[in-house]
C-alpha cells in the first residue's frame, strides 16, 4: 500500500512543515494536533478540559477522512505544556475513553506557544 497524505478541513490545518495524518501499512498517523479551531485556526478553550476536547474532535475528524475512528486508536501522545494540567486532561479523556482505552504515553511541549496547552499524537488502525 502506498503512503497517502490526509486532509480535512473538519480539523485545524497544520503548519507547512507536516501533514495532518499519513495513512501507510494500514495504520494512519496523526500528527501532534493542537486545540485549534478548523475555521479560524485559534485556539479553543482556556481550560484544559476544553482543549483536550478540541484536539479529540480534530483527531476524528482526521480518523473519519482516513476511514478510520477514534475506536481503531492503537497508541496516543499527549503533550502538555504543564503537567499540572494532567488530572484534567484525565478528566476530559475517561468522557471520550470510558474503557478499552488506546495506549498512551506522555511528553512536556518543547515551546511554548501563547494559550496552547495541549497537543496530541495518534496511531490508529484503517
Known amino acids: 500500500m502506498a503512503r497517502q497524505i490526509i486532509f480535512t478541513p473538519k480539523a485545524a490545518k497544520p503548519p507547512p512543515t507536516y501533514s495532518q495524518a499519513v495513512k501507510a501499512a494500514g495504520l494512519v498517523f496523526v500528527s501532534g494536533t493542537a486545540p485549534a479551531d478548523p475555521i479560524t485556526g485559534v485556539i479553543k478553550g482556556t481550560t484544559i478540559q476544553e482543549q483536550t476536547r478540541q484536539c479529540l474532535t480534530?483527531?476524528?475528524?482526521?480518523?473519519?477522512?482516513?476511514?478510520s475512528s477514534l475506536e481503531k486508536l492503537v497508541?496516543?501522545?499527549?503533550?502538555?505544556?504543564?503537567?499540572?494540567?494532567?488530572?484534567?486532561?484525565?478528566?476530559?479523556?475517561?468522557?471520550?475513553?470510558?474503557?478499552?482505552?488506546?495506549?498512551?504515553?506522555?511528553?512536556k511541549l518543547p515551546v511554548r506557544m501563547p494559550g496552547l496547552k495541549i497537543s496530541i499524537a495518534a496511531i490508529a488502525e484503517t
Not at 58 to 67: D, T, V, Y
Not at 89 to 106: H, I, T
Open 58 to 67: 480534530n483527531i476524528q475528524a482526521i480518523l473519519e477522512e482516513a476511514g
Open 75 to 107: 497508541s496516543v501522545t499527549v503533550v502538555l505544556a504543564d503537567e499540572d494540567d494532567f488530572a484534567g486532561m484525565n478528566e476530559e479523556w475517561l468522557k471520550w475513553f470510558p474503557s478499552n482505552p488506546p495506549a498512551r504515553q506522555g511528553a
